[in-house]
């Protein structure tokens, strides 16, 4: 299973990126897919998921009302939409995939490789 992140990059305050996480080896509409961030000397934190369709998306509360999980399970490609970034959002950012249907976010079964985002004041 391999989960390639891409995407990340340097953006002014205020500005918006587009996350992109192409998946394999994997049936892609039996996971539901998560982004997680790390900012440096902190913990990893869940940011956003998604359910199997695509019906149901959860958020934390620090991106919610500016950031936006999708999936295309044509694709195998998840994506996070993030408007509004601030320097308090600099961090890697990981996509994951659970085979769950239900549960905390913070058990996923793959992970992949992170995507630094940087947000300049």
């Known amino acids: 299973v391999q989960l390639q992140a891409s995407g990340g990059g340097l953006v002014q305050t205020g500005g918006s990126l587009r996350l992109s996480c192409a998946a394999s080896?994997?049936?892609?509409?039996?996971?539901?897919l998560g982004w997680f961030r790390q900012a440096p000397g902190k913990e990893r934190d869940f940011v956003a998921g998604?359910?199997?369709?695509?019906?149901?998306?959860y958020y934390a509360d620090f991106v919610k009302g500016r950031f936006t999980i999708s999936r295309d399970n044509a694709k195998n490609t998840v994506y996070l939409q993030m408007n509004s970034l601030n320097p308090q959002d600099t961090a890697v950012y990981y996509c994951?995939?659970?085979?769950?249907?239900?549960?905390?976010?913070?058990?996923?079964?793959?992970w992949g490789k992170g995507t630094l985002v940087t947000v300049s004041s």
């Open positions: 080896g994997l049936t892609f509409g039996r996971y539901g």
């Open positions: 994951a995939a659970r085979s769950r249907i239900y549960g905390a976010w913070n058990v996923m079964d793959y």
């Open positions: 998604i359910s199997q369709s695509g019906g149901s998306s």
